[in-house]
């Protein structure tokens, strides 16, 4: 399975002490440069640089051949990059959160997750708990909806229900 991914998900998984389900979910897990760039900026959090500066050996650096020229003035190096990427490997999935990304992603035809179904995903397979994971989640700026989160929870509880 060749799987994308673009600075977001990475860094919340990195932060909720949950980015061990990635390799589970998917094997390994390929970034272009600009992400890593993007994740070891002054502003990203020390323990996201901290967990950079001894990568794990299932998250691979690839920079994308060509780069998407259009898209320049409305994403940023790393969800352009991610995007392009995706395209020239054929990913199965691109992991990605920005919505002007996942809506250039889609246009693209590329299967596009969110930070919020990788950990549904891992609650499914039980590598994660979700109401724990999402409690976690939401202690830092990632945004979604209150409603898409009580959905999550529900989706979870039922599936967990004897």
Do not use: C
């Amino acid at each position: 399975m060749i799987v994308v991914a673009d600075a977001s998900p990475l860094r919340y998984l990195i932060l909720i002490e949950h980015a061990h389900v990635l390799p589970a979910l998917y094997g390994r897990v390929i970034v272009p440069p600009a992400v890593i760039t993007e994740l070891n900026q002054e502003r990203t959090p020390s323990l996201v640089r901290a967990w950079l500066s001894n990568r794990p050996e299932w998250l691979h650096v690839q920079g994308p051949m060509q780069l998407l020229e259009p898209l320049r003035g409305v994403l940023g190096p790393g969800e352009r990059e991610a995007i392009a990427l995706a395209a020239e490997l054929a990913a199965d999935v691109l992991l990605m959160d920005d919505r002007e990304g996942r809506r250039e992603a889609e246009r693209r035809n590329l299967i596009v997750l969110g930070t919020l179904r990788v950990l549904a995903d891992a609650a499914e397979h039980d590598l994660a708990d979700l109401p724990l994971a999402l409690g976690r989640l939401q202690q830092t700026n990632f945004r979604a909806s209150e409603r898409l989160i009580q959905w999550l929870l529900e989706q979870d509880a039922k599936r967990r229900a004897p």
